[in-house]
Every structure is written in C-alpha cells, then in structure tokens.
C-alpha cells in the first residue's frame, strides 16, 4: 500500500499516520491516546485484516510539576 491508501484505510476510524518507522516496508506509527484505547485500536487493526500486525506503544502521559 501507498501512503495515500494507508491515509484513507485509517481515515474512517478517526486515525491518521504520524510517521513511518525504519523498520522495513509499510512500517508506520499511529498516534493515539495513552493505556487501553492503545491496546484497542492496535487489537482492532489486527482483527480487521487491515494490518499484518499491530502493538501498541504503552507510552505514559506525564504532567509538568
């Protein structure tokens, strides 16, 4: 796939690339929010078939003192 075909699969889940990882062909990272919602959206893009694989990146949000 393309980036524009990649653009328009992620587009009608309220997705959008962020940037393309030097992992190998069609390696992107998708931003998201935090915890579950990352599991979620990695979970569903995997069972969908729209993905060969997907992880989440168990980022933490942290505040500012």
Partial sequence: ???AEI???LSHRGLE???ELPLGAN???VDTHPG???LEIANELLESGDAL???PNWWRQ???R
């Fill in 36 to 38: 579950l919602e990352a």
């Fill in 1 to 3: 796939l393309d980036r």
């Fill in 27 to 29: 390696v992107w990272f």
């Fill in 53 to 55: 694989d997907a992880t």
């Fill in 7 to 9: 653009d328009a699969l």
């Fill in 17 to 19: 690339l962020s940037r």
């Fill in 62 to 64: 942290v505040d500012a």
